[in-house]
């Protein structure tokens, strides 16, 4: 695969925040394993990315501002940066364009595109499923492939045109389904028979400031039914300190751990008989390290009230909405009361039948994911050089 003038072919990959750097680095692997190193790299990415081999056009941190307010002083220099990032592609005369997630920036990236010959890859697909599904027809005008993690959402697409490729989750690529739970309670002095509740309140400090007092008297419930006797809760750095403050008039032993390394979260996971947590991507990964979980959730009303409006999905847990039915329990808004959540959790720890029933539905969300198969990096780096050398991708992908 090599391009006119005899050079490798060039990939130039755009990513915005974290998540997708951390994509697009193991996608710059998989497609230097499988054109044996024959390949260029060029666009816009941090740290993950830079290591991988990409000089990145500008700072990504640029890219990564969250909020309405937040943004709007930084409204002239993003406009600049799309058409630096637009500039670039067509100057480089790039074989193939990836964006990857962040659609604010990514989408205006390949409108400006359209009529260039360059064909555009997009990877993570905007969530057409939970709200505003025109957006399906509206991004095929400008991309020529799409990249899913999630199998139900290529029915989201079918209609428009659009190509797409199924290549599974990234948490497939993670290393939640063997982690050595008995090791970690070993290190934290956790007896073998000792029940264990993880508790995941969120990653946000609005999430932590609702959920946590909600949580600690949850966790006093069951501990004054004497089916509780260890919590562990899995914190960013960021967060350690309120989540510690907070714990500290809970009725169990408390263990905290570092949240942002993954390896450690895992670990805690595998080492727990059930979860209580905030829905997000937490849900997937606990469903992938087999723990029967109860999901709870509070948000401002007025967001809430907004959110009913639009949202069309009948589940708030990915874990859920992948199994395509209330796998683990909801309680969302006034139903995130302990008077809920501490009979709900009781019956997962307690009963073999209800923790036998989530456990095996797992087990089919997580090969729904990818977990045992081809590695979705590997799946999207397919679909990638199949688009530059302008052949049909694999619309299925995963099988």
Known sequence: MSDAAGEAPLIFLVAGE???DAIGARLMVALKELTGGEVRFAGVGGEHMRSAGLQSLFPMRELSIMGLFEILPHVPNLLRRIRQTETAARRMA??????????????RVAKRLQGS?????????PQVWAWRSGRARKIAKFLDHLLLLFPFEEKYFERT?????FVGHPLAEETINVADGAAFRRHHDIQADETVLAVMPGSRFSEISRHLPIFGATVNALAARQALRCAVIPALPALRREIAAA??????????V?????????AA???SDGALTSSGTATLELAIAGVPMVVAYRANPVTVAVARRIVQVPHIALANIVAGRRVAPEFLQ?????????????????DATVRHDQIECFRAVSRQLGIGGTAPSELAAQAVIAVARGTSPNREGRK
């Open 161 to 165: 045109g659009l190509a797409t490729t």
């Open 269 to 271: 996971m595998a080492a």
């Open 334 to 350: 006034q139903e995130c009361a302990p008077s809920r959540l501490a009979p709900a959790l009781e019956n997962i720890l307690l």
């Open 94 to 107: 790039a074989g193939v364009v990836v964006t990857i997630d962040s659609p604010d920036f990514c989408f």
């Open 258 to 266: 570092d949240g942002s390394e993954s390896e450690v979260k895992f």
């Open 247 to 256: 714990a500290e008039n809970w009725n169990v032993r408390v263990v905290i």
């Open 18 to 20: 974290a998540s997708g």
């Open 117 to 125: 010959g360059i064909p555009v890859v997009h990877y993570v697909a």
